[in-house]
Protein backbone atom coordinates (compact mmCIF):
# COMPACT_ATOMS: atom_id res chain seq x y z
CA UNK A 1 0.00 0.00 0.00
CA UNK A 2 3.08 2.15 0.84
CA UNK A 3 4.08 2.43 -3.05
CA UNK A 4 0.61 3.14 -4.47
CA UNK A 5 0.16 5.85 -1.64
CA UNK A 6 3.34 7.04 -2.79
CA UNK A 7 2.15 6.83 -6.43
CA UNK A 8 -1.09 8.86 -6.08
CA UNK A 9 0.15 11.18 -3.96
CA UNK A 10 1.00 14.63 -5.30
CA UNK A 11 4.92 16.51 -5.01
CA UNK A 12 5.54 17.92 -1.75
CA UNK A 13 8.17 19.82 -3.27
CA UNK A 14 7.29 23.68 -2.34
CA UNK A 15 5.61 23.49 -6.12
CA UNK A 16 3.72 26.73 -6.07
CA UNK A 17 2.07 26.62 -9.61
CA UNK A 18 -1.17 25.25 -10.64
CA UNK A 19 -0.64 21.82 -12.42
CA UNK A 20 -3.13 20.51 -15.07
CA UNK A 21 -3.29 17.63 -16.50
CA UNK A 22 -5.89 16.12 -19.65
CA UNK A 23 -6.93 12.27 -19.28
CA UNK A 24 -7.95 10.48 -21.99
CA UNK A 25 -10.14 7.71 -22.63
CA UNK A 26 -10.14 6.66 -25.91
CA UNK A 27 -12.98 4.26 -26.68
CA UNK A 28 -14.33 1.20 -29.17
CA UNK A 29 -17.67 2.85 -28.91
CA UNK A 30 -17.33 6.40 -27.59
CA UNK A 31 -15.29 8.17 -25.57
CA UNK A 32 -14.34 11.13 -23.02
CA UNK A 33 -12.05 13.62 -21.33
CA UNK A 34 -11.63 14.64 -18.31
CA UNK A 35 -9.05 17.03 -16.69
CA UNK A 36 -7.61 17.02 -13.40
CA UNK A 37 -6.54 20.71 -11.45
CA UNK A 38 -3.72 20.42 -8.78
CA UNK A 39 -3.46 23.54 -6.50
CA UNK A 40 -0.55 23.15 -4.31
CA UNK A 41 -2.47 22.36 -0.44
CA UNK A 42 -5.93 21.59 -2.11
CA UNK A 43 -7.14 17.90 -3.00
CA UNK A 44 -6.98 17.32 -6.76
CA UNK A 45 -10.00 18.00 -8.77
CA UNK A 46 -11.52 16.36 -11.58
CA UNK A 47 -13.83 18.12 -14.23
CA UNK A 48 -15.62 15.95 -16.83
CA UNK A 49 -15.38 18.03 -20.10
CA UNK A 50 -18.68 18.48 -22.42
CA UNK A 51 -17.38 18.89 -25.87
CA UNK A 52 -18.85 20.31 -28.69
CA UNK A 53 -19.67 17.88 -31.83
CA UNK A 54 -21.00 18.99 -34.98
CA UNK A 55 -24.29 17.33 -35.98
CA UNK A 56 -27.26 17.63 -39.34
CA UNK A 57 -29.25 19.83 -36.41
CA UNK A 58 -26.13 22.18 -35.50
CA UNK A 59 -23.57 21.83 -32.63
CA UNK A 60 -23.86 18.73 -29.71
CA UNK A 61 -22.26 19.31 -26.45
CA UNK A 62 -22.22 16.13 -24.19
CA UNK A 63 -19.50 14.43 -22.22
CA UNK A 64 -19.66 11.77 -23.98
CA UNK A 65 -18.24 11.68 -27.59
CA UNK A 66 -19.00 8.63 -29.90
CA UNK A 67 -15.72 7.15 -31.65
CA UNK A 68 -17.47 7.80 -34.80
CA UNK A 69 -15.42 9.46 -37.83
CA UNK A 70 -16.94 10.53 -41.21
CA UNK A 71 -16.02 12.19 -44.12
CA UNK A 72 -18.83 13.80 -45.68
CA UNK A 73 -18.70 14.29 -49.91
CA UNK A 74 -17.84 17.70 -49.37
CA UNK A 75 -14.56 16.44 -47.41
CA UNK A 76 -15.46 17.73 -44.35
CA UNK A 77 -14.53 15.61 -41.25
CA UNK A 78 -17.39 15.01 -38.55
CA UNK A 79 -15.85 13.59 -35.42
CA UNK A 80 -18.29 11.90 -32.69
CA UNK A 81 -22.23 12.40 -32.48
CA UNK A 82 -22.99 13.97 -35.80
CA UNK A 83 -20.99 11.01 -37.67
CA UNK A 84 -22.81 8.41 -35.56
CA UNK A 85 -26.08 9.86 -36.43
CA UNK A 86 -25.12 9.71 -40.45
CA UNK A 87 -24.16 6.37 -39.40
CA UNK A 88 -27.51 5.43 -39.26
CA UNK A 89 -28.60 6.63 -42.87
CA UNK A 90 -25.04 5.98 -44.47
CA UNK A 91 -26.82 6.14 -48.02
CA UNK A 92 -28.21 9.91 -47.20
CA UNK A 93 -24.56 10.88 -47.52
CA UNK A 94 -22.76 8.26 -49.77
CA UNK A 95 -20.79 7.10 -46.79
CA UNK A 96 -19.30 3.65 -47.06
CA UNK A 97 -17.88 1.92 -43.96
CA UNK A 98 -13.80 1.85 -44.03
CA UNK A 99 -13.79 4.08 -47.13
CA UNK A 100 -15.38 7.60 -45.65
CA UNK A 101 -17.54 5.95 -42.69
CA UNK A 102 -15.04 4.57 -39.62
CA UNK A 103 -16.68 2.81 -35.80
CA UNK A 104 -15.30 0.05 -33.66
CA UNK A 105 -11.88 0.72 -34.97
CA UNK A 106 -10.06 0.23 -31.81
CA UNK A 107 -11.07 -3.20 -32.23
CA UNK A 108 -8.52 -3.26 -35.11
CA UNK A 109 -5.63 -1.85 -33.53
CA UNK A 110 -2.34 -3.68 -33.34
CA UNK A 111 -3.77 -5.45 -36.28
CA UNK A 112 -1.76 -5.47 -39.30
CA UNK A 113 -5.29 -4.32 -41.08
CA UNK A 114 -5.25 -1.43 -43.50
CA UNK A 115 -8.99 0.21 -44.96
CA UNK A 116 -7.67 0.25 -48.81
CA UNK A 117 -10.69 1.89 -49.94
CA UNK A 118 -9.90 5.22 -47.54
CA UNK A 119 -7.77 8.15 -48.93
CA UNK A 120 -4.68 7.90 -47.38
CA UNK A 121 -5.45 10.21 -43.93
CA UNK A 122 -7.82 6.97 -42.78
CA UNK A 123 -6.51 4.14 -44.25
CA UNK A 124 -5.15 2.69 -40.90
CA UNK A 125 -6.65 1.93 -37.54
CA UNK A 126 -3.99 4.02 -36.22
CA UNK A 127 -4.83 7.27 -38.15
CA UNK A 128 -8.41 7.07 -37.50
CA UNK A 129 -7.61 6.71 -33.35
CA UNK A 130 -5.00 9.88 -33.90
CA UNK A 131 -8.12 11.55 -35.59
CA UNK A 132 -10.16 11.28 -32.65
CA UNK A 133 -7.49 11.80 -30.50
CA UNK A 134 -6.86 15.29 -32.07
CA UNK A 135 -10.39 16.25 -31.88
CA UNK A 136 -11.00 15.00 -28.23
CA UNK A 137 -7.45 17.38 -27.05
CA UNK A 138 -8.23 19.99 -29.54
CA UNK A 139 -11.82 19.99 -27.88
CA UNK A 140 -11.11 20.09 -24.14
CA UNK A 141 -8.55 22.93 -24.99
CA UNK A 142 -11.03 24.94 -26.67
CA UNK A 143 -13.67 24.33 -23.64
CA UNK A 144 -11.27 25.33 -21.23
CA UNK A 145 -9.07 27.80 -22.99
CA UNK A 146 -6.18 26.19 -21.22
CA UNK A 147 -3.12 24.26 -21.70
CA UNK A 148 -2.27 21.19 -19.85
CA UNK A 149 1.23 20.20 -17.97
CA UNK A 150 0.64 16.56 -19.25
CA UNK A 151 -1.62 14.14 -20.60
CA UNK A 152 -2.36 10.39 -20.51
CA UNK A 153 -4.31 8.01 -22.84
CA UNK A 154 -6.00 5.34 -21.04
CA UNK A 155 -6.17 1.82 -22.50
CA UNK A 156 -7.24 -2.08 -21.93
CA UNK A 157 -5.11 -3.66 -19.44
CA UNK A 158 -5.49 -6.47 -22.36
CA UNK A 159 -3.70 -4.53 -24.89
CA UNK A 160 -0.65 -6.64 -25.91
CA UNK A 161 2.79 -4.80 -27.17
CA UNK A 162 1.74 -4.37 -30.43
CA UNK A 163 -1.64 -2.43 -29.79
CA UNK A 164 0.09 -0.06 -27.31
CA UNK A 165 2.48 0.75 -29.98
CA UNK A 166 -0.11 1.81 -32.33
CA UNK A 167 -1.64 3.46 -29.61
CA UNK A 168 1.19 5.59 -29.39
CA UNK A 169 1.22 5.99 -32.99
CA UNK A 170 -2.31 7.30 -33.13
CA UNK A 171 -1.01 9.81 -30.54
CA UNK A 172 2.02 10.82 -33.07
CA UNK A 173 -0.87 11.01 -35.32
CA UNK A 174 -2.63 13.28 -33.32
CA UNK A 175 0.45 15.44 -32.22
CA UNK A 176 0.54 14.37 -28.96
CA UNK A 177 3.99 13.65 -27.45
CA UNK A 178 3.72 10.55 -25.42
CA UNK A 179 5.45 7.81 -24.41
CA UNK A 180 5.06 4.01 -23.31
CA UNK A 181 4.31 5.10 -19.64
CA UNK A 182 1.75 8.02 -20.32
CA UNK A 183 -0.58 4.94 -21.51
CA UNK A 184 -2.51 4.61 -18.36
CA UNK A 185 -4.35 0.84 -17.78
CA UNK A 186 -7.64 1.17 -17.39
CA UNK A 187 -7.40 -0.71 -14.14
CA UNK A 188 -5.04 1.30 -12.75
CA UNK A 189 -7.25 4.37 -13.56
CA UNK A 190 -9.99 2.59 -11.62
CA UNK A 191 -7.88 1.82 -8.85
CA UNK A 192 -6.35 5.37 -8.16
CA UNK A 193 -10.05 6.67 -8.14
CA UNK A 194 -10.75 4.16 -5.41
CA UNK A 195 -8.19 4.59 -3.46
CA UNK A 196 -9.03 8.62 -3.54
CA UNK A 197 -12.61 7.50 -3.35
CA UNK A 198 -11.33 6.50 0.51
CA UNK A 199 -9.43 9.00 1.40
CA UNK A 200 -11.98 11.91 0.44
CA UNK A 201 -15.12 10.52 0.46
CA UNK A 202 -17.32 11.40 -2.48
CA UNK A 203 -14.53 12.54 -4.39
CA UNK A 204 -12.76 10.48 -6.54
CA UNK A 205 -10.23 12.05 -9.20
CA UNK A 206 -11.95 9.76 -11.84
Given amino acids: MNSIEKFV????D???????????????TNSTVAEVIWEPGKAPVCNVLELTQPTEA???????????????PDHTVWIG??????RAFPQKTNLIP????????KNDIGLR?????????????????GQILSFLNDGAQKATNKSYDHISVTVPASFLLNQRHDTLLACQYAELDLQDDDLLDEPAAALIDYINLQGSPGKGIF
Fill in 58 to 72: GEYTSPLIPSVLAQL
Fill in 113 to 129: KTYFQAPEQFNHPAKIA
Fill in 81 to 86: EGAKRL
Fill in 9 to 12: SLPQ
Fill in 14 to 28: GTSSVIRVLGIDLGT
Fill in 98 to 105: QKNLFYDT
